[in-house]
Structure formats: structure tokens, C-alpha cells
């Protein structure tokens, strides 16, 4: 295996898989070019619902933290008042 082979198949597995699937595409039948896409687009709904997941846990937690936050904030309110 050349460097470069080497490299290249370094780079593809650090790759997402729709790149991945491009680089070890072989250039064959229409059956196989179709089963490659199909491959692709299964990983990119893979990601995709990934990325929702995720999307979805950094609001709830940002709207956690924002509660906290209104929380601390009338807490302090409460307390000034009463020493004030």
C-alpha cells in the first residue's frame, strides 16, 4: 500500500459516511451505484436523527438552566426585599 493509499484511507475513516461511502464507491453497475446510495442516504437518516436527538436535549436543558435562572434571580429579588 502506497502513502497516499494510506493516507487517503486514514482520512476516510475520520470522515462522515456519506464521504465515506463516496471514497469507497466502486465505479461499477448501476445495481451497485444504487445500493451505494442507498447505504449513503440510510447513514444520513441516521445522522439526521442524531442531530434531532441532540437538538432536542440542548433545549431542554437550556430552558433547565433558564428556569434555574429566573429561580436564583426571584430568590435574590425575596431576599433584598427583606433586608432592604
Given amino acids: 500500500m502506497s502513502?497516499?493509499?494510506k493516507?487517503?484511507?486514514r482520512a476516510a475513516s475520520k470522515t462522515s459516511p456519506?464521504?465515506?461511502a463516496k471514497a469507497t464507491a466502486p465505479a461499477g453497475s448501476a445495481d451497485t451505484r444504487v445500493r451505494t446510495l442507498e447505504r449513503e442516504r440510510d447513514a444520513l437518516k441516521r445522522e439526521l436523527?442524531?442531530?434531532r436527538q441532540?437538538?432536542?436535549a440542548?433545549?431542554?436543558n437550556r430552558s433547565a438552566v433558564a428556569?434555574?435562572?429566573d429561580w436564583i434571580i426571584e430568590s435574590l429579588t425575596t431576599v433584598v426585599e427583606k433586608n432592604g
Wanted: glycine share 0%.
Fill in 58 to 60: 440542548l433545549e431542554e
Fill in 7 to 9: 493516507t487517503s484511507a
Fill in 67 to 69: 428556569n434555574r435562572i
Fill in 18 to 20: 456519506r464521504a465515506a
Fill in 54 to 56: 441532540r437538538i432536542a
Fill in 3 to 5: 502513502k497516499t493509499s
Fill in 49 to 51: 436523527e442524531t442531530a
